[in-house]
């Protein structure tokens, strides 16, 4: 079962992190008595295991450090939608099915699933390691939301079932029994998690639901082998507006005026968006630049020269006329903020909103783009891509402190990202590795100013192995060592995962 390596599978030492590992052996299971047997041998020959969903995850949480490839991309089935007896939809599926498998299967029965990280060529198994969240998670909560049962094999090759709402801490104390009947005692860490959208370290709280434990765990706990979801119904109507604003403190205030909070002078009457996305006018002037050289950014609307920063929001309502209310308060908004109505964009049909989704999601392409270009001349180059939140009261001064530090350095940047959920992408663009390694010193400063703000080193993207040493920034040698003891209660030998987290 297990395959010794070969140059075949070279594919499978990288993931969109673009780091390259090393590995002795893969396999690809297709049941979970496959994966119990593939980890009992990979324990017998002493190779850790490091487990890959689809290898979207950009922290190289899926690239081994050697031992032994667990690939669950051929593990990929997916059930049949059922309605439980409290009326509730589910879907049970194996971890390696993407989600646009699962919202297509979702789709023909009129329902859908709300996590929606950008990337839909993700499995689901490694959305649930990583909690995985995207635009929509602003309205809808991240993954750990629409989990609500899961099978997890431990190292030992006995299995972990647990459903929601049957299994709880007290305080942090736990225990919990595998189907062996064996049962693991301990005691989660003491730090409290900043109440922001965050990715980072292990899901704790007094009283919580174990099952919260296993979410966002990053494969460092078990192979997570079977999922059930709650699906809700498709929205009746669906309206996306992008508004640009004149300047990056007007569409700050935008934005606070459709979180429906206090802002001087300004009344928003509309719904609640279920997404609030941000570009700054450096992502605009990328997009600018790349829709000049490439046809693929074609299908985006023109960008007037006057644009400056963008944000777009998207609306699910009962009927048309519920959506188009609330966008004509939010342009009314725009008015207000110095704009003129024409410099917004406004779609309700699936085929007006395709070019406004082009354009949501055409930054981060247009950014790999550009640094492939030039990794021609410095191959050893990535771009540096922060994923840190902060409270909403700390939003402006976040912004400021990026924008201040960007332009002291020179470093070519864009800025975007989920700012509903106070949450945006610094992406820095070197053109050499001095400028990298001055992006990389900038990066790690922000992650000290923000965890003093009480956010989060990692709102979506987790800590994987690129990330490791920000773990220390947001809890300490303490709260990184307790979290190591909760991991060896259920991998004592320390065989899943190597280098994730830790
Ligand atoms: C262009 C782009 C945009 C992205 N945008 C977003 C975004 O908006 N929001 C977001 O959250 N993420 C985003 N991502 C990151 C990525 O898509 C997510 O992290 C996704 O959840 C990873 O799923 P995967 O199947 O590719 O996992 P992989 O990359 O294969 O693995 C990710 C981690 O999960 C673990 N893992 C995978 N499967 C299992 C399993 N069955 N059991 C236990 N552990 C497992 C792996 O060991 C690894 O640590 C983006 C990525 C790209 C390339």
Known sequence: MLKSWSSEFDEFLRDESRRI??????SFPTTEADVIDAVLQARDLNQAITIQGARTGITAGAVPQGGHVLNLSRMNGIGEVRTDSDGEFRLTVSPGALLT??????AKNGLFLPPDPTETSASIGGMVACNASGASSFFYGPTRSWVTALRVVLSDGSVISIRRGESFTRGREFNIYNENGR?????????????????????VADDMDLIDLFIGMEGTLGVVTQIELKLIPVPKAIASLTAFLPSEEAALRFVRAVRGEDVGGLDYQGMRPIAIEFFNSDSLNLLRDAKSK???FSNIPPLKPHFHTAVAIEYHGESDDECEESALAAVELVMALGASDDDTWYATTEREREPLKAFRHAVPEAVNLLIDERKRACPELTKLGTDMSVPALQLERTMSMYRADLQE??????????????????NILPTDMDQY???????????NEIVAMGGSVSAEHGIGKLKAPMLKIMFGEDGVSQMRVLKSLFDPTALFSPGNLF
């Open 21 to 26: 590992g090393k590995a002795d052996s893969i």
């Open 101 to 106: 498998e699962i919202r297509e299967v979702a």
């Open 183 to 203: 049962e693991i005692v301990g005691t989660l860490p003491i730090y409290t998690l900043p109440p922001v959208k965050t990715a980072a370290g292990y899901y």
């Open 294 to 296: 490439y046809g693929a």
């Open 409 to 426: 350095s020179l470093l070519q940047s864009v800025v975007f990202g989920h700012i509903g959920d106070n949450h945006v992408h610094v």
């Open 437 to 447: 390694q001055r992006g990389k010193s900038l990066y790690m400063s922000w992650a």
